[in-house]
């Protein structure tokens, strides 16, 4: 579908993009000619999955440790990316999520995904943002969110609700910032499969039918499906295209089944609540 060179020329900051999706999508941007950069909390893994990707493309992909939480940690790591020539484009992909009683969350615990998905999207886009406005230069920020940032998800307020704040930031300065031509824009991913991801998400008996039965689709996303998208979002192809969310999910959030595989969970007393967070923390 797509020509090898799509991405040719472009200069690519995956935050996240050490594993699941965020691995995926760098490999594809690099795969299409793109110069991938991947950044995340652990520097083996990044590693690693650069190894993978440089195999796979034949290209180099670099690699920045940061915890996007840190807002002096992004200046600094944009400083020294910068140092090397400025970006083509930014992907917010880091998050963190887990299902909890809202009723029952601390403030810390509300703080551990909003300072990662909202708040870490805020700085690294600021940071991009500022250093292209400075220099006349053009850019591309695209944010990954979810269709609970329109519709709610319960058991999940903390990430819902940091989604949402990231899609208005996305709205807000496609128009603020679109006449000094840079573009933002965002896609709402439904269902994908990653290693690891169902069992630190849904504990044992949250789930009470496949999740897959919630999708019109009747099938999870793959990967590549993904990928594509977001490589398409990355070219000059897309350049017309801004402020706008892009939905990839099979249909589910069209169908209005929004976590009924997951009714369970609406049953569950503070018991086995406290059970299912024992239970995540060891998967994690």
Not at 9 to 32: D, H, N, P, Q, V
Not at 56 to 71: H, I, N, Q, Y
Not at 135 to 153: E, F, K, R, Y
């Amino acid at each position: 579908m797509f020509k090898d060179d799509l991405l040719a020329g472009k200069r690519i900051l995956i935050t996240g993009g050490g594993t699941g999706l965020g691995k995926s999508m760098a490999s594809r941007f690099s795969e299409l000619g793109a110069d991938v950069i991947i950044c995340g909390r652990r520097e083996a893994v990044l590693k690693d999955a650069a190894k993978e990707m440089s195999a796979r493309s034949g290209r180099k992909v670099g690699t920045k440790v940061l915890d996007v939480r840190d807002p002096d940690a992004v200046e600094r790591v944009f400083d020294e990316i910068w140092a090397d020539g400025p970006l083509s484009a930014l992907l917010n992909n880091a998050a963190g999520n887990f299902i909890a009683q809202t009723e029952r969350l601390s403030a810390r615990a509300f703080d551990a995904v909003a300072s990662i998905v909202l708040h870490g999207t805020a700085y690294c886009t600021l940071a991009a943002g500022r250093r292209w406005i400075e220099a006349g230069d053009p850019g591309n920020i695209l944010s990954i969110v979810t269709t609970a940032a329109w519709t709610g998800q319960p058991f999940t307020a903390p990430s819902a609700a940091a989604k949402a704040g990231v899609l208005a930031l996305m709205r807000t300065l496609a128009v603020e910032w679109g006449p000094k031509g840079i573009r933002t824009a965002a896609i709402a991913p439904g269902y994908f499969h990653t290693d690891g991801a169902w069992d630190r998400m849904y504990p044992q008996g949250a789930i009470a039918e496949p999740l897959h039965n919630e999708i019109p689709a009747r099938r999870m996303g793959d990967h590549s499906e993904l990928a594509d998208l977001a490589s398409y979002m990355m070219s000059d192809r897309s350049s017309y295209i801004t402020g706008e969310c892009i939905v990839i999910d099979g249909g589910r959030w069209l169908s209005g089944t929004n976590g009924f595989a997951t009714r369970p969970l609406f049953t569950w007393d503070n018991e086995r609540w406290d059970h299912a967070r024992a239970e995540m923390r060891e998967a994690r």
